[in-house]
């Protein structure tokens, strides 16, 4: 199974930026597509962005639009969430997830997921 395994995570004043990794092992990143969640305390796992196995597609949600950006180097087996112009609504614990065949928002349908990274936007 393939396993990940996010980092980057930190505290960070608003309006400060951030880059989060997410790093694959067993097997190469570059057949599976993979969507960056958040999960804010007491609230449902949202689709963050999402990107496609060449990396030639993208998705973002309408709130991290123009502020986040997702980027793979499957050279490297990583997938990137550099996340600019922090607000304190995207405090959360932010995860990595894959599955084949293109990207979904639906959780249930990634079959890999991370342990997840802490992000915690606070002045």
């Known amino acids: 199974q393939l396993q990940l395994v996010e980092s980057g995570g930190g505290l960070v004043q608003p309006g400060g930026s951030l880059r989060l990794s997410c790093a694959a092992s067993?097997?190469?990143?570059d057949l599976w597509t993979i969507r960056w969640f958040r999960q804010a305390p007491g609230k449902e796992r949202e689709?963050?962005?999402?990107?496609?196995?060449?990396?030639?597609?993208?998705n973002y949600a309408d709130s991290v639009k123009g502020r986040f950006t997702i980027s793979r180097d499957n050279a490297k087996n990583t997938v990137y969430l550099q996340m600019n112009s922090l607000k304190p609504e995207d405090t959360g614990h932010y995860y990595c997830?894959?599955?084949?065949?293109?990207?979904?928002?639906?959780?249930?349908?990634?079959?890999?997921w991370g342990q997840g990274t802490q992000v915690i936007v606070s002045s």
């Open positions: 067993r097997f190469t990143l």
């Open positions: 997830a894959a599955k084949t065949l293109g990207c979904s928002y639906r959780p249930s349908d990634f079959g890999s």
């Open positions: 689709g963050v962005s999402c990107i496609s196995e060449s990396g030639g597609s993208t």
